[in-house]
Nanobody, 127 residues
């Protein structure tokens, strides 16, 4: 089992920044691909960003078009922690943000492909 705990959410004005963290435990963190998803009220959970493990110490980052150029995903394997740096926030970024993980090769943009999920952290962007 893998446990994931998100933190860092809050209230911020449009144009501001937040840094989300996801602390992982229970398994070998470095071998897992990790993703960030978000869900706004009444909407489906959607892909935001992912760091995919490609073997050894090789990783690739991918982003949804809606956040490209504004968000940056990163990971610290020594601390078993995933991060999402969010800059130039917009009201449409308001959602609960979830961290997810899966070991191995998979379709990383799909909600249904991940094995482990955190409980989420609320991000609210006011205009």
């Amino acid at each position: 089992q893998v446990q994931l705990v998100e933190s860092g959410g809050g209230l911020v004005q449009a144009g501001g920044s937040l840094r989300l963290s996801c602390a992982a435990s229970g398994r070998t963190f470095s071998r897992y691909s990790m993703g960030w998803f978000r869900q706004a009220p009444g909407k489906e959970r959607e892909f935001v960003a992912a760091v995919r493990w490609s073997g050894g110490n090789t990783y690739y980052a991918d982003y949804a078009d809606s956040v490209k150029g504004r968000f940056t995903i990163s990971r610290d394997n020594a601390k078993n922690t995933l991060y999402l740096q969010m800059n130039s926030l917009k009201p449409e970024d308001t959602a609960v943000y979830y961290c997810a993980a899966r070991l191995g090769s998979f379709s990383y943009t799909s909600v249904y492909e991940y094995d482990y999920w955190g409980q989420g952290t609320q991000v609210t962007v006011s205009s």
